[in-house]
């Protein structure tokens, strides 16, 4: 059995290899931060989508074309986006509103918040649920 | 259109187990890089540090059908990131705060929160082991809640009790929807 001294971490158990803010320029704000709550949907849109090849900007990073990939085949929340592409959620943030503000993807709002949905999707979550 | 549950409660008390019994996915797991200036942990050294720290977010989702989605995330355990709970509590339809009898205290400060914000909130007392009685109004007394919130048995790991939990915020939620809205000023025609 190996020795504490012996342990060494290697690939993604080290951590990463780029500091977080450094995929984002150094930015930590979206100007589409507001729209970007953690379960604001974000679908690529068609166009954009599938061949990576075609991407008109080529100033778009391989963090960006992940999150395009991810949300490719269906609508995925920034929360989900975070996770399947192991970045933090602030970093997420900062490169959908890249890639909104080139058109790349479409983001849906939750309901605005400080307004219930209304009762009848309540109604609809209840029999769902019931249903499931 | 996706909408969001709050799942929580004291470290350990079972909420990505909640997530995770009635999640489609298997919950995943989402880390906020948080920056901020360093907490006043040595004010004698008069030196703003600056510190990162990672906080983890479980998650689940629910497709209810097609086009609506309610997603579950299990809020962060420690006091010292309630920031962060602002902003997953923004938009909420509602809450579970999930409670062990052993230790009630855990869940007073979740329970407080959302009282304060007004966010419909369910208690559910995990029932650990087979806890054979429930003791409902006891939990209602020492959490000192309103008569109307719902406190339920549940056990974390069932989908089905998981499932009666989350149906239990939302009646709630409608409820008091409900009541708002009757008691609006009717809008002149």
């Known amino acids: 059995m190996a020795s504490d001294a012996d342990t060494r971490w290697y690939d993604d158990e080290a951590g990463a290899v780029v500091r977080p803010y450094a995929m984002t320029r150094g930015r930590t704000r979206s100007a589409a931060e507001e729209k970007l709550d953690l379960i604001a949907l974000v679908l690529a849109e068609a166009g954009g989508t599938g061949d990576i090849e075609d991407l008109p900007d080529l100033t778009l990073t391989p963090e960006h074309l992940d999150i395009i990939e991810v949300c490719t085949a269906e609508a995925m929340s920034v929360a989900e986006l975070a996770a399947e592409t192991d970045l933090p959620v602030g970093v997420v943030r900062v490169l959908v509103g890249d890639l909104m503000h080139a058109e790349l993807v479409r983001v849906s709002r939750p309901v605005p918040p400080a307004q219930l949905p209304d009762e009848r999707i309540l109604r609809e979550v209840i029999n769902g649920l019931r249903a499931l | 259109m996706a909408l969001k549950i709050l799942v929580a409660g004291g470290f350990g008390v079972g909420k990505t187990t909640l997530v995770g019994a009635v999640s489609e996915i298997k919950p995943l797991r989402t880390e906020e890089a948080l920056s901020a200036a360093g907490e006043p942990v040595d004010d004698t050294a008069g030196v703003e540090q600056k510190t990162t720290t990672t906080v983890a977010m479980?998650?689940?989702?629910?497709?209810?059908?097609?086009?609506?989605?309610?997603?579950?995330?299990?809020?962060?355990?420690?006091?010292?990131?309630?920031?962060?709970?602002?902003?997953?509590?923004?938009?909420?339809?509602?809450?579970?705060?999930?409670?062990?009898?052993?230790?009630?205290?855990?869940?007073?400060?979740?329970?407080?929160?959302?009282?304060?914000?007004?966010?419909?909130?369910?208690?559910?007392?995990?029932?650990?082991?087979?806890?054979?009685?429930?003791?409902?109004?006891?939990?209602?007394?020492?959490?000192?809640?309103?008569?109307?919130?719902?406190?339920?048995?549940?056990?974390?790991?069932?989908?089905?009790?998981?499932?009666?939990?989350?149906?239990?915020?939302?009646?709630?939620?409608?409820?008091?929807?409900?009541?708002?809205?009757?008691?609006?000023?009717?809008?002149?025609?």
């Open chain 2, 58 to 189: 479980d998650f689940g989702r629910i497709t209810v059908r097609e086009g609506l989605v309610l997603y579950l995330f299990g809020t962060p355990g420690q006091d010292r990131f309630w920031f962060l709970w602002d902003e997953l509590a923004q938009g909420a339809l509602g809450a579970v705060v999930l409670a062990d009898t052993r230790r009630l205290e855990d869940c007073f400060a979740a329970v407080d929160y959302f009282e304060r914000r007004g966010i419909p909130f369910a208690v559910a007392v995990n029932c650990f082991e087979g806890a054979r009685s429930f003791p409902a109004e006891a939990v209602r007394d020492a959490l000192d809640l309103d008569e109307h919130v719902p406190v339920v048995a549940c056990d974390a790991r069932e989908r089905e009790s998981a499932k009666e939990v989350l149906i239990a915020v939302v009646e709630h939620a409608l409820r008091r929807s409900a009541e708002a809205r009757a008691s609006e000023p009717v809008p002149a025609p």
